[in-house]
């Protein structure tokens, strides 16, 4: 059990983090001993704990009563390494000039930015940083594009855990891995352009006949199309005047079965915009009329009802849901009115989204947001791969979005080849598999058409995650199960030291996957950094009871 000393202003934020690292901990308690006290800051605390963790990234009094040297400032926007790994630091930070250890380094000074003192079986590891501070930024104003491929707030959990259980200390969690799984792989739709044929002497049109015929030239010299598309674009500009006339299928139809074909079974999310040729509000008055969308999700009325029915989700693709409630509550009742489903989650048409929006879309009745992520590359805003609830808000989950299609290939953001995307997206998926959490992926509807022709890497992206044993889920569907996790209850039983059971109600519905308790080996300080691949054990949580799991007997 981990007791956490913090400031009151904090307690929101520490309460959201040990969702996300679920495992035994409380405010501390005067009347209670801990086998880790977590200190963030200047708190007070009686050291009798196996553990003690002091998280600061100023001087505290901590390393005055130590004659801790540290510099006179502390640094702002620096980076520490923790088995190789970079961690972002938002907040302030501070070194320790005069200690040796390599548990943490700051990457500019290379000085040392955690250390730990051992003393009568007892151990105390002072971190240069404010955790629960660097969560909060993390958790709300996000990471700036450079830093995106750092999963920062995976890594502080990892770093955590690294010293919780290198330090002696059993540690017990329910990790956010479902049960026969690695992690949970999201494929979601954003639908922009269901039809080419509506579409007529506009920016859209023109710009599909320039990109076919000239990009689809320069994509080849460039690697980036087999010279097949490129044929293959000509023939659908060449026909565009047929589309038109009702004389050639719309090749921008249809985009339903391409991704029913492709996905094989693995039930995807598709995000409809409400009404047509509206643009809705942007920060500072109307957005470009451009944002306006041809269609509305009455026009497809039947490829909704064709979704369902293959176990499809169908959310809101939402124009004015993140600025204001009320033009919110109609959008969802459009989809509510066309899918006969209560529960509608929303991810922004793009990406729209402020410090409020997260209380403006679950005051306007969302089941979940998913739209936290990047129009301009791939990878981690929030610093995670796992569901989370938005600090602005009270129930409503984020699924945060990790990968965009777009993001991968137009000129103007990474503008990758196929080869170059794959070499990007592998690491995400490693993340994936070594952090758990989901990997939520955008790919739009008229992405496997001409001009676009992207379909062979979300191909090769699918199977990849096949291979590396993904649950493919709606989105709601992983938000089911996160919000099952976050249900889950440790009991622990202060009369018998080390003793946790974990308990979920049942009721999350029988087609979720399992959730896992994780049981970690104590080692010792020296192993710090250097993880063998069997250091725990997994058991199944009970929907019901969970077998009682006594870390002292798995030895
Ligand atoms: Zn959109």
Same mark, same amino acid.
């Given at each position: 059990?981990?007791?956490?000393?913090?400031?009151?202003?904090?307690?929101?934020?520490?309460?959201?983090?040990?969702?996300?690292?679920?495992?035994?901990?409380?405010?501390?308690?005067?009347?209670?001993?801990?086998?880790?006290?977590?200190?963030?800051?200047?708190?007070?605390?009686?050291?009798?704990?196996?553990?003690?963790?002091?998280?600061?990234?100023?001087?505290?009094?901590?390393?005055?009563?130590?004659?801790?040297?540290?510099?006179?400032?502390?640094?702002?926007?620096?980076?520490?390494?923790?088995?190789?790994?970079?961690?972002?630091?938002?907040?302030?930070?501070?070194?320790?000039?005069?200690?040796?250890?390599?548990?943490?380094?700051?990457?500019?000074?290379?000085?040392?930015?955690?250390?730990?003192?051992?003393?009568?079986?007892?151990?105390?590891?002072?971190?240069?940083?404010?955790?629960?501070?660097?969560?909060?930024?993390?958790?709300?104003?996000?990471?700036?594009?450079?830093? *995106?491929?750092?999963? %920062?707030?995976? $890594?502080?959990?990892?770093?955590?855990?690294?010293?919780?259980? @290198? &330090?002696? !200390?059993? /540690?017990?969690?329910?990790?956010?891995?479902?049960?026969?799984?690695?992690?949970?792989?999201?494929?979601?739709?954003?639908?922009?352009?269901?039809?080419?044929?509506?579409?007529?002497?506009?920016?859209?049109?023109?710009?599909?006949?320039?990109?076919?015929?000239?990009?689809?030239?320069?994509?080849?010299?460039?690697?980036?199309?087999?010279?097949?598309?490129?044929?293959?674009?000509?023939?659908?500009?060449?026909?565009?005047?047929?589309?038109?006339?009702?004389?050639?299928?719309?090749?921008?139809?249809?985009?339903?079965?391409?991704?029913?074909?492709?996905?094989?079974?693995?039930?995807?999310?598709?995000?409809?915009?409400?009404?047509?040729?509206?643009?809705?509000?942007?920060?500072?008055?109307?957005?470009?009329?451009?944002?306006? *969308?041809?269609?509305? %999700?009455?026009? $497809?009325?039947?490829?909704?009802?064709?979704?369902?029915?293959? @176990? &499809?989700? !169908?959310? /809101?693709?939402?124009?004015?849901?993140?600025?204001?409630?009320?033009?919110?509550?109609?959008?969802?009742?459009?989809?509510?009115?066309?899918?006969?489903?209560?529960?509608?989650?929303?991810?922004?048409?793009?990406?729209?989204?402020?410090?409020?929006?997260?209380?403006?879309?679950?005051?306007?009745?969302?089941?979940?947001?998913?739209?936290?992520?990047?129009?301009?590359?791939?990878?981690?805003?929030?610093?995670?791969?796992?569901?989370?609830?938005?600090?602005?808000?009270?129930?409503?989950?984020?699924?945060?979005?990790?990968?965009?299609?777009?993001?991968?290939?137009?000129?103007?953001?990474?503008?990758?080849?196929?080869?170059?995307?794959?070499?990007?997206?592998?690491?995400?998926?490693?993340?994936?598999?070594?952090?758990?959490?989901?990997?939520?992926?955008?790919?739009?509807?008229?992405?496997?058409?001409?001009?676009?022709?992207?379909? @062979? &890497?979300?191909?090769? /992206?699918?199977?990849?995650?096949?291979?590396?044993?993904?649950?493919?889920?709606?989105?709601?569907?992983?938000?089911?199960?996160?919000?099952?996790?976050?249900?889950?209850?440790?009991?622990?039983?202060?009369?018998?030291?080390?003793?946790?059971?974990?308990?979920?109600?049942?009721?999350?519905?029988?087609?979720?996957?399992?959730?896992?308790?994780?049981?970690?080996?104590?080692?010792?300080?020296?192993?710090?950094?250097?993880?063998?691949?069997?250091?725990?054990?997994?058991?199944?949580?009970?929907?019901?009871?969970?077998?009682?799991?006594?870390?002292?007997?798995?030895?």
């Amino acid at each position: 059990m981990i007791g956490v000393i913090a400031d009151p202003a904090e307690h929101d934020v520490v309460r959201e983090f040990f969702e996300l690292f679920k495992t035994p901990w409380e405010f501390c308690r005067k009347d209670r001993q801990y086998d880790v006290l977590l200190c963030a800051g200047e708190g007070q605390f009686d050291a009798t704990a196996k553990l003690v963790l002091v998280y600061a990234g100023r001087k505290t009094r901590f390393d005055e009563q130590r004659k801790i040297q540290t510099p006179r400032q502390p640094m702002h926007g620096s980076a520490v390494s923790f088995r190789g790994n970079r961690i972002p630091i938002y907040g302030d930070a501070i070194t320790f000039s005069g200690k040796e250890s390599s548990v943490l380094i700051e990457e500019d000074s290379e000085e040392c930015a955690a250390y730990l003192e051992e003393s009568n079986d007892r151990v105390l590891a002072r971190i240069g940083y404010d955790l629960f501070s660097e969560v909060r930024t993390l958790l709300t104003v996000g990471q700036p594009a450079a830093n *995106a491929s750092m999963p %920062a707030l995976e $890594l502080h959990i990892a770093f955590l855990r690294e010293l919780i259980t @290198g &330090c002696r !200390v059993r /540690l017990v969690e329910i990790p956010p891995v479902p049960g026969g799984c690695q992690f949970v792989a999201c494929l979601t739709h954003d639908v922009d352009h269901p039809a080419i044929r509506q579409h007529q002497w506009d920016h859209t049109m023109f710009g599909f006949l320039y990109r076919a015929v000239f990009g689809s030239l320069r994509r080849l010299f460039r690697g980036q199309m087999s010279a097949q598309n490129l044929f293959r674009n000509w023939a659908a500009a060449l026909q565009l005047p047929f589309v038109h006339l009702g004389l050639a299928k719309d090749f921008w139809g249809e985009f339903d079965d391409r991704y029913l074909e492709l996905e094989k079974g693995a039930r995807s999310t598709f995000f409809v915009i409400p009404f047509r040729n509206q643009a809705g509000s942007g920060s500072h008055g109307p957005a470009p009329a451009l944002r306006a *969308a041809r269609y509305g %999700a009455q026009d $497809l009325a039947g490829t909704i009802r064709k979704l369902a029915t293959a @176990g &499809c989700e !169908v959310g /809101l693709h939402g124009i004015d849901v993140w600025l204001d409630s009320s033009k919110g509550h109609e959008e969802l009742e459009e989809i509510r009115r066309l899918t006969g489903v209560s529960e509608i989650g929303v991810r922004m048409h793009w990406l729209y989204y402020n410090q409020q929006s997260a209380s403006t879309v679950e005051a306007a009745g969302a089941a979940y947001d998913s739209t936290i992520g990047y129009n301009e590359t791939v990878g981690y805003r929030a610093g995670t791969t796992q569901v989370y609830k938005p600090l602005a808000a009270s129930q409503l989950l984020e699924l945060p979005l990790h990968v965009m299609d777009t993001a991968l290939f137009y000129p103007s953001y990474l503008n990758l080849t196929p080869h170059r995307a794959k070499v990007v997206l592998g690491p995400m998926i490693d993340n994936a598999v070594r952090y758990g959490g989901t990997l939520t992926i955008n790919w739009h509807d008229r992405s496997l058409a001409p001009e676009r022709l992207w379909g @062979g &890497c979300y191909r090769d /992206l699918i199977q990849e995650m096949k291979s590396r044993d993904a649950w493919f889920s709606t989105a709601g569907q992983a938000i089911s199960w996160f919000r099952k996790r976050r249900s889950a209850i440790f009991e622990t039983d202060s009369m018998q030291v080390g003793k946790v059971r974990a308990q979920v109600a049942a009721g999350h519905g029988d087609y979720l996957p399992t959730l896992r308790l994780r049981v970690h080996r104590s080692r010792n300080p020296s192993q710090i950094g250097c993880r063998s691949s069997d250091d725990y054990v997994d058991m199944e949580v009970e929907e019901t009871n969970s077998p009682a799991v006594t870390p002292e007997a798995r030895r």
